[in-house]
DNA sequence: GAGTGGTCTAGACCACGAG
DNA sequence: TCGTGGTCTAGACCACTCA
């Protein structure tokens, strides 16, 4: 038997898929659909929690309960095919770019193969779809492989890309650790989701043909917004002509 | 401030981390913790749902809150390196295997691009370790790549291993594309998981070197216990041995 | 200050598991 | 039957947003 909670959203659910509540829109008040589905409030509140964790909702303190606007899917592409293999490498997502320098310590001496104190350039991405944070990439860089003039502050994604495009002939291998975990709770807030909204993680490490690690990425991808795509071709055939 | 139940949250996560209590065993009953905490019964609930959520703690109708095993980590090798790519081509995992015939219908039929009624055989691949299930797979190949033996009922694993690779000298191309998403009430109790466990999906397509899909597999890995890991050379290197 | 969601209480009653 | 968790109630009180 169908528990009260999952019959309300069940319907809430239906509601907004059949556009009787339309995205962007508010919810009614929790107490008016507590009263309408005569539930007590926590009854309700589990149900919008449901909806939550599924995207489909988003809760503003003091505001109300709002529909989501469907998201713009992004396909984050494996492999460094694709520019820098950054997810925000699409259309109408615009990406800010902040820039530090920092030392190695911790898990980042392991990714990046490099001894503790060693100096990085930490390239701090947020993309955005409109207004919306939409997805999260911490990207780091030994400092020599970085040109002094990167580090004038917020360049636009572009000239982020174009430095680390200097870095390609020589690559090697990238390796990328995809995972699912829930946010933190600075990640909830930085992207505006839901706490009980999972997140795939990629873990990035682009080597050179000399073994050294030249990049490594800690990516953040909401799961309600986001797929990875990886394509392996086979050297048995000619390698088919990449766009 | 935080929350209660945050506050009860991290203090039985320390309890289990300390080794206070240790895994496989039964937590106090929640009446007891709820007095222990001096709080209500649902907000104690609502912090045994945090732990829930993280895979710490595994609740049993009728017999008790456990904490859980810790579970040996798959990881997921794309890119169809290892056997057929499947996640459970590794130690100390068993796994049991349904063949069906069906016909294609559906987003099989774009998966698979074959036309609708097309004849297939499903593989659903259970995998375990020891008695508890582990992650699942749905791999699907036209029927005409699968020898009739094949059908014999309840093969060992490496009966389906041994006959997709007879595939293998033909294939180009591999195409994984993973997502996030929280399991169906069929998958949560199938893998014995919570609904509010988010699981990584990978849908694979692999194709030969006529363009032909030769299979495609539809897997499903909890995120408590599975990461994929993919992996690019570039070909200006010598290709690096494979074990 | 009015309206909203966020958290919590102190129970009640039901469903499941084991003896 | 008893102990367990699962669900729900009908409120209380606090925090946030906006006028």
Same mark, same amino acid.
């Given at each position: ?24 829109? #508010?919810?009614?008040? /929790? ?30 303190? +003091? ?9 713009? #899917? ?31 310590? +911790? ?7 490099? &001894?503790?104190? &060693? ?15 939409? &997805? ?15 580090? #004038? ?25 995809? !995972? ?13 989701? !839901? ?19 030249? /990049? ?28």
């Amino acid at each position: 038997m169908p528990s009260r909670r999952d019959t309300i959203a069940h319907d809430l659910r239906d509601r907004i898929a059949t556009g009787r509540i339309k995205p962007g829109e #508010r919810l009614p008040a /929790e107490a008016h659909l507590a009263s309408e589905y005569r539930v007590s409030t926590p009854t309700l509140r589990n149900a919008l929690a449901v909806l939550q964790a599924e995207g489909l909702v988003e809760k503003v303190h +003091g505001k109300g309960n709002f529909v989501r606007r469907p998201l713009q #899917r992004i396909t984050y592409v494996g492999g460094g095919r694709t520019a820098n293999g950054q997810p925000a490498a699409h259309a109408a997502l615009s990406v800010t770019v902040h820039t530090t320098r920092i030392q190695a310590r +911790g898990h980042l001496t392991s990714l990046l193969k490099v &001894s503790t104190g &060693s100096r990085l350039t930490e390239f701090l991405c947020l993309s955005h779809e409109g207004e919306r944070p939409h &997805s999260l990439a911490r990207i780091y860089v030994p400092c020599d492989l970085v040109p002094a003039a990167a580090l #004038r502050e917020s360049l636009p994604y572009e000239g982020v890309m174009k430095r680390l495009l200097r870095l390609r002939p020589p690559l090697a291998e990238v390796r990328e650790q995809v !995972s699912v975990r829930l946010p933190t709770p600075q990640e909830a807030s930085t992207l505006r989701i !839901s706490l009980a909204l999972a997140v795939l993680t990629i873990k990035r490490q682009t080597t050179d043909t000399r073994g050294r690690v030249v /990049e490594a990425a800690l990516l953040v991808l909401p799961g309600d917004r986001a797929d990875a795509l990886f394509t392996t071709h086979y050297p048995t055939d000619e390698r088919t002509p990449e766009k």
